[in-house]
Every structure is written in structure tokens, then in C-alpha cells.
């Protein structure tokens, strides 16, 4: 029996073909990369508006990419500032010696918290040993986030906006048509 022949070359009309494929394919690319941008933008700007700047808020993201020297101690002062800003450590810069600080524990529960309340980390995110101290208390911190954000974000965005459009938020458990004039139908 005869073996089919494959044609395995292009020839104009297919290669224009993929080219258009390929870039359809950049286009759809940059268009997402463009919205993702303006997302981004969009969200540093809601930050400033509400008291964090673009560096807090990303660090996150920077923080688990930056493992080692000058970027370790960037990473590590980035956080106790948060910390310190989202009330989860005491403040104890431009403090003398016996200010009171945060110890390891406070450390890692704050850790937790803070990755509790972006939606990261959890059971077994500690780095170290399961049921330690250590890992005992990022959990805590971490649950706490995650409580401290389900609890709260619907009603901290419904304020913030209202604050952005100068409006009152809606008090919680009021009727919002209680002032409205009563009419007979």
C-alpha cells in the first residue's frame, strides 16, 4: 500500500493566515494588558483617595517576588508600615528604646491578617512547622482578615463612594423611602 504524502508547506494564503492568527492574538493581548492598566490605575487612584499609596498597596505582590539583600530590608519595613497603618502593630517609629514594639508573634499574626484580608495565604502559608506558635499565630491573624473583610467590605465601599459623590450612605436598617411623600394609588 502506497504512503499518503503530507504537505507540509505554506503557501501564501496560509501564511497571511497566521500572521492574521498571530496578530489577532497581540491585539486581544495588548487589549487586555491595556485594560489591566487602567484597572490599575483606577485602583491607585481610589487608594490616594482613601489613604494608601501605590506602594502599599502593591506591595504585596513586590513582597513575595523580593527574596534577598537590600530588597529584604525593603520588604520588611514596606510591611511594618502597613502594619502599623491598618492598626495591627504598634506604632513605634521615631520612638526611643523602650516604646513598645511588636514581637515575633504580633509580627506573623499581623502577617496573617494582612494576607487574611487580601485573600492570600492561609493553612500551611506560615513557612514554619504546623501547630508551632509561630504557625498558630499567623492563622489567627489570617482568620481575623478574612473575618475582619467579609464583615466589612460592602459597607467601607458603599461609605467610600458615597464619600467620593458627597452623599450620605445609607444608615443600616433604615427605610430610604421613609421621607418619601405618601401617595394614594
Not at 496573617?112 to 500551611?124: F, T
Request: hydrophobic share 35%; aromatic share 8%.
Amino acid at each position: 500500500m502506497a504512503e499518503a504524502v503530507r504537505n507540509t508547506t505554506l503557501n501564501e494564503d496560509e501564511k497571511a493566515a497566521l500572521y492574521g492568527y498571530l496578530c489577532r492574538a497581540e491585539r486581544d493581548a495588548l487589549a487586555e494588558k491595556d485594560a489591566a492598566e487602567a484597572k490599575r490605575k483606577e485602583n491607585f487612584k481610589r487608594g490616594k483617595e482613601w489613604g494608601f499609596s501605590k506602594e502599599e498597596i502593591s506591595f504585596h505582590e513586590q513582597a513575595r517576588k523580593e527574596t534577598s539583600g537590600a530588597k529584604l530590608l525593603s520588604k520588611f519595613k514596606i510591611h511594618r508600615s502597613v502594619f502599623i497603618k491598618l492598626g495591627l502593630i504598634p506604632d513605634d517609629r521615631g520612638g526611643d528604646l523602650l516604646t513598645d514594639r511588636a514581637d515575633k508573634l504580633q509580627l506573623l499574626r499581623a502577617r496573617g491578617e494582612a494576607d487574611g484580608l487580601i485573600g492570600e495565604g492561609g493553612p500551611g502559608s506560615s513557612g514554619h512547622a504546623a501547630n508551632s506558635d509561630e504557625d498558630r499565630a499567623y492563622l489567627d491573624g489570617w482568620k481575623s482578615g478574612q473575618t475582619k473583610f467579609a464583615d466589612n467590605w460592602k459597607a467601607a465601599m458603599e461609605k467610600a463612594q458615597a464619600a467620593r459623590s458627597r452623599e450620605e450612605p445609607p444608615a443600616t436598617g433604615t427605610d430610604p423611602f421613609a421621607s418619601a411623600p405618601k401617595t394614594l394609588n
